[in-house]
């Protein structure tokens, strides 16, 4: 009883409810949502590579995509050049002079592009490429997603956890980076993505709510605020059974 109503604003809550129930429908529903694997930074899932550059990226990107299920999905993979002054189609980044990723159709395929740099942060990477390829799934679908043009990217963010890439978004999220020069020191901020920490953590609990998961499988890999947070999440979703709400919702989408 003296739990808090609402886990995030109730406008924000609606919608990422919204968004779980259109990616069910659109998809295989629960049960197909039931074989994601969850996807974590570890060499089950991400071997070592020798590799460096180009090919290391390639090769991250191939794990993703197999992993998101979308090995047959053509698309091109390009790295970036320097781009000055562009804005970030996925991180808003300060003083970054390059965009995270980008997705687009070119003929029959799909391209992605990606900032080299990230080639040294995978988890970076990896949350671009889930991101992009969320992109691509999310264009095949005949009902177009919560909250139109305006919140596509917010969505967008919320396939990339539906894919099982969910800890990637959500580590890459938000970060203190120390900065020193010759005359000064200090910290600057990094934002990644388009969802707030306590957006990723709601996400993360319906995630695993979903696929009959608990949530303390995430603390070895996630940042530990993440995972306090992610803990108060899941059980906020158990007590308000956001889980039936979304497949109640499917059902009365299937009703309309």
């Known amino acids: 009883m003296f739990g808090r109503s609402h886990f995030l604003d109730e406008d924000v809550e ?111 990477l990896i949350a671009t490429f889930a991101h992009e390829l969320s992109h691509y799934l999310n264009e095949g679908f005949q009902e177009a997603s919560p909250g139109g043009w305006e919140l596509i990217e917010p969505a967008t963010d919320v396939t990339s956890v539906f894919l099982g890439f969910g800890v990637f978004g959500a580590n890459s999220a938000f970060e203190f980076i120390q900065t020193q020069d010759f005359e000064s020191q200090g910290w600057s901020s990094e934002k990644f993505g388009y969802l707030s920490l306590d957006e990723w953590a709601f996400n993360l609990a319906i995630f695993c709510d979903l696929t009959g998961r608990d949530v303390t499988d995430l603390k070895p890999h996630l940042k530990w605020n993440l995972f306090k947070t992610s803990k108060a999440a899941a059980k906020y979703v158990e007590r308000r059974e956001i889980g039936r709400q979304i497949l109640e919702d499917i059902k009365g989408r299937a009703a309309d």
Not at 18 to 43: M, N, Y
Not at 65 to 74: F, Q, V
Request: aromatic share 10%.
């Open 14 to 124: 609606a919608f990422h409810v919204l968004c779980w129930a259109w990616l069910l429908k659109c998809t295989g529903g629960r049960e197909a949502l039931r074989e994601t694997p969850l996807v974590l930074p570890t060499p089950d899932f991400f071997p070592p590579t020798d590799s460096s550059g180009h090919e290391r990226a390639e090769f991250i990107f191939e794990h993703v995509r197999d992993l998101a299920g979308m090995s047959e999905w053509p698309v091109q993979l390009v790295p970036q050049a320097e781009l000055a002054g562009r804005v970030s189609t996925l991180g808003r980044v300060q003083h970054s002079g390059t965009a995270a990723g980008t997705f687009s159709h070119t003929g029959n395929s799909g391209q992605i592009t990606y900032d080299p740099s990230h080639v040294h942060t995978p988890v970076k």
